[in-house]
């Protein structure tokens, strides 16, 4: 099994462009996850989704859509890029949804960086 | 949302040296959750504390949960080069009203030179 994969694994914009990051697991996972990292703020949930179809925000949504039509599948768009989403996203895929002792699986993640 | 506060932010320590890190909160944790992160990849899930008092312990790794569970800590003893990463400690809240939702502390970046 290849886990959680995160494409592209680096990416340049410039502000006001748009992108779609891709999120493909295949652990039959029903949670899904996006994560955005910047130095000396750990790791902060962007949108989350319970099942094929549901999407949920979650702590900094702004800027930022998501979509999982394909249970495999967690796509994060970012519409019109700007300096401030410069960052390393994360995706994750659960079992269930970050409850008692359930592990979250990490992809390796995508370094953005928006001009 | 709960705020993690982690310490220290960084350590750097020689090889065979022992080490604490901490992870503190104002409020209660339902569980708390270790993870080690290495350059260039996603977090890995070492831990998962539930009970207050408890104490696990992952070959040279010990991870203790406060009695109060507001409260955790991670010792390693005879620290190798491989241990060297980024610590973070992770925690869903205990609120009936929230999303269920990992917060993530900021994290403490181990170095442990040869």
């Known amino acids: 099994n290849a886990g959680v994969t995160q494409t592209p694994k680096f990416r340049v914009l410039k502000t006001g462009q748009s992108m779609t990051l891709l999120c493909a697991q295949d652990?039959?996972?029903?949670?899904m996850y996006w994560y955005r990292q910047d130095p000396g703020m750990g790791l902060r949930l962007i949108h989350y989704?319970?099942?094929?179809?549901?999407?949920a925000k979650g702590e900094v949504p702004d800027g930022y859509n998501v979509s999982r039509l394909k249970k495999q599948n967690f796509l994060l768009g970012l519409e019109s890029a700007a300096p401030s989403q410069t960052s390393v996203y994360f995706c994750?895929?659960?079992?269930?949804?970050?409850?008692?002792?359930?592990?979250?699986?990490f992809g390796p993640g995508t370094r953005l960086t928006v001009l | 949302t709960q705020l993690l506060e982690q310490s220290p932010q960084f350590l750097s320590i020689q090889e065979g040296e022992n080490l604490t890190v901490y992870c503190n909160s104002s409020?209660?944790?339902?569980?708390l959750q270790w993870y080690r992160q290495e350059p260039g990849e996603g977090p890995v899930l070492l831990v998962t504390?539930?009970?207050?008092?408890e104490v696990k312990k992952l070959k040279r790794l010990t991870f203790q949960f406060g009695d109060a569970r507001k409260d955790s800590s991670l010792h390693i003893t005879a620290a190798q080069p491989g241990d060297t990463g980024l610590y973070l400690c992770?925690?869903?809240?205990?609120?009936?009203?929230?999303?269920?939702?990992?917060?993530f502390g900021s994290g403490t970046q181990l170095t442990v030179l040869p």
């Open positions: 994750a895929s659960s079992y269930r949804h970050g409850g008692t002792g359930d592990t979250q699986y």
């Open positions: 652990m039959n996972h029903e949670y």
């Open positions: 989704s319970v099942g094929e179809g549901t999407t």
């Open positions: 409020s209660v944790f339902s569980s």
């Open positions: 504390v539930v009970t207050g008092g």
């Open positions: 992770a925690s869903q809240i205990i609120s009936s009203g929230s999303a269920r939702q990992l917060t």
